[in-house]
């Protein structure tokens, strides 16, 4: 079992900046994937971003790339999410995920004027 604690959500203005942590407990040697989603509200979970663990490698959904930055360190078991130039329709509830089958609690972000 892996554990995952989501912080760093809140309320920005649009154009604002957040920067989302997430840290892993529990069976961490079987981490092989990290990735955040994204609930908005009356919608499905989407992922928005994806790092592996091992080699690093990362992959954004479009309507994010240029603005989010997924980085990880391993020695922490910590994963981030940098959220820069934020617009309206990134509100949700942004959830943390180990191998696409352990979740975190979630945290709200809210971008609003």
């Known amino acids: 079992q892996v554990q995952l604690v989501e912080s760093g959500g809140g309320l920005v203005h649009p154009g604002g900046s957040l920067r989302l942590a997430c840290v892993a407990s529990?069976?961490?040697?079987?981490?092989?994937?990290m990735s955040w989603f994204r609930q908005a509200p009356g919608e499905e979970r989407r992922i928005v971003a994806h790092?592996?663990?091992?080699?690093?490698?990362?992959s954004y959904v479009d309507s994010v790339k240029g603005r989010f930055t997924i980085s990880k360190d391993n020695a922490k078991n910590m994963v981030w999410l940098q959220m820069n130039s934020l617009k309206p329709e990134d509100t949700g509830v942004y959830y943390c995920?180990?191998?696409?089958?352990?979740w975190g609690q979630g945290t709200q972000v809210t971008v609003s004027s």
């Open positions: 529990g069976r961490t040697s079987d981490l092989y994937s």
């Open positions: 790092i592996g663990w091992a080699g690093g490698t990362t």
């Open positions: 995920a180990a191998n696409s089958n352990y």
